[in-house]
């Protein structure tokens, strides 16, 4: 009932320094290096190890952003931005299509326990507001991380749940 939540930016393009050639070659031709197309991956796991399906958002007005030659596992939520970064809507989707079935789910299983969803200090981690009234309305509790500290609050944070 514990889920740790975050974004990454992934190329499309795979890049690298490295480059191969014949050795002794003069020149060395690199391709693709400067490509910035991305898309954004939501990823969460359960404390208990549970992976939740990802949230894959392509830059794009509308789902014509998205692949069609592509077969996603039915439980990935497929999703667009204008920039493909994560935004107030495809994280209030986020919550809705991903988050709360699941907990739902576990509630099945181990009975009406809360919630804990652990983000990051993301602006719109923080600033969202329609996202939490959809927590509170599952009774699902929300905390903030600080930056690259997730090791050192995880003890505090299990603690903190445990008082439920």
């Known amino acids: 009932m514990i889920i740790n939540c975050d974004e990454t930016g992934l190329s499309i393009v795979p890049t690298s320094e490295y480059t191969y050639e014949k050795l002794g070659s003069k020149q060395v031709t690199m391709h693709g290096k400067s490509d910035k197309r991305q ?3 939501v990823a969460s796991i359960s404390f ?3 992976v939740l399906p990802p949230q894959i ?5 509308t789902d014509r952003s ?6 996603f596992n039915e439980s990935w939520l ?3 931005s204008e920039s493909h970064w994560t935004t107030f ?10 988050l709360i079935p699941y907990i ?6 181990i009975g009406d326990k809360p919630g804990l969803l652990i983000l990051d200090k993301f602006k719109v981690h923080l600033d969202g507001t329609a996202y939490k009234e959809m927590l509170k309305a599952h009774n699902i509790f929300w905390v903030f991380v600080p930056s690259s500290q997730t090791d050192s609050v995880r003890i505090f944070i299990i603690s903190i749940y445990n008082l439920f």
């Not at 739902?104 to 299983?109: A, D, G, I, L, S």
């Open 104 to 109: 739902h789910k576990q509630r099945q299983t």
């Open 89 to 98: 809507n495809t994280f209030n989707r986020f919550i809705e299509k991903l």
């Open 57 to 61: 958002i392509y830059k794009g007005k």
């Open 78 to 80: 497929i999703d667009n």
């Open 48 to 50: 208990s190890g549970d």
């Open 66 to 71: 998205h692949p069609k030659e592509v077969n």
């Open 39 to 41: 898309i954004t991956m």
